[in-house]
């Protein structure tokens, strides 16, 4: 089956440690995306990438890093820049970037102990 | 001003009505517009994207949109348990970024 998944699904963070979310997937999907979602926000673009090698900041990008080694992977971390960083963490692909049609992983939930 | 707006609700049906969600955008330029459906704890999925003026029928949801007002709405109809969650309006705009409004929580009482 084709899918979005997102790893790990819940994790805990102290303050000053960098932590690392996983998206991979295998729909084919030139387009993916970074998304954090707040309680009664909606969703926030944080990076997005069109092609391997390459990727744009969204509109909140500060204290996060992104990387497109692969066109399955677009893994998203986390550093210790990022004040607020507790939130819910979609990542999303589409079969090309100027499309609405995303499909989004599972989530991951990161919380700052 | 935010880019796309919402009504906050919660909005409350009981089973078998019609649920009206409304939303307006602020960038005349807009070209796409979708409708997204999260229930709680998930992620979003895809439930209508419209592109032109007017309705689209898919099921019991209906998209409607009029560009010259900016607004964009989802009708559900026959509302059921399984409609309750939360729907997202999301707007494309012209540089490739997808907005999404805040969120409309519906919940249908059996």
């Known amino acids: 089956d084709g899918g979005i998944t997102q790893s790990p699904k819940y994790l805990f963070r102290k303050e000053g440690q960098n932590v690392t979310l996983s998206c991979e997937q295998n729909?084919?999907?030139?387009?993916m995306y970074w998304y954090r979602q707040d309680p009664g926000q909606g969703l926030r673009l944080i990076y997005y990438?069109?092609?391997?090698?390459?990727?744009q900041k969204g509109d909140i990008a500060e204290g996060y890093s992104v990387s497109r080694e692969k066109k399955e992977s677009f893994p998203l971390t986390v550093t210790s820049a990022q004040k607020n960083p507790t939130a819910f963490y979609l990542c999303?692909?589409?079969?090309?970037?100027?499309?609405?049609?995303?499909?989004f992983g599972e989530g991951s939930r990161l919380t700052v102990l | 001003q935010k880019e796309v707006e919402q009504n906050s609700g919660p909005l409350s049906v009981p089973e078998g009505a019609i649920a009206s969600l409304n939303c307006t955008y602020s960038?005349?330029?807009?070209?796409?517009f979708f409708w997204y459906r999260q229930y709680s704890g998930k992620s979003p999925e895809l439930i209508m994207s419209?592109?032109?003026?007017g309705d689209k029928e898919d099921g019991r949801f209906t998209a409607q949109l009029n560009k010259a007002s900016q607004y964009v709405s989802l009708l559900i109809r026959d509302s059921q348990p399984s409609d309750s969650a939360t729907y997202l309006c999301?707007?494309?705009?012209?540089?490739?970024?997808?907005?999404f409004g805040a969120g409309t929580t519906v919940t249908v009482r059996a």
């Open positions: 419209i592109y032109s003026n």
């Open positions: 960038d005349r330029g807009s070209q796409s």
């Open positions: 999303a692909s589409s079969i090309l970037i100027n499309t609405g049609e995303l499909f």
């Open positions: 990438s069109q092609i391997v090698n390459d990727f």
């Open positions: 729909l084919n999907h030139d387009a």
């Open positions: 999301a707007v494309n705009l012209d540089d490739y970024k997808l907005s």
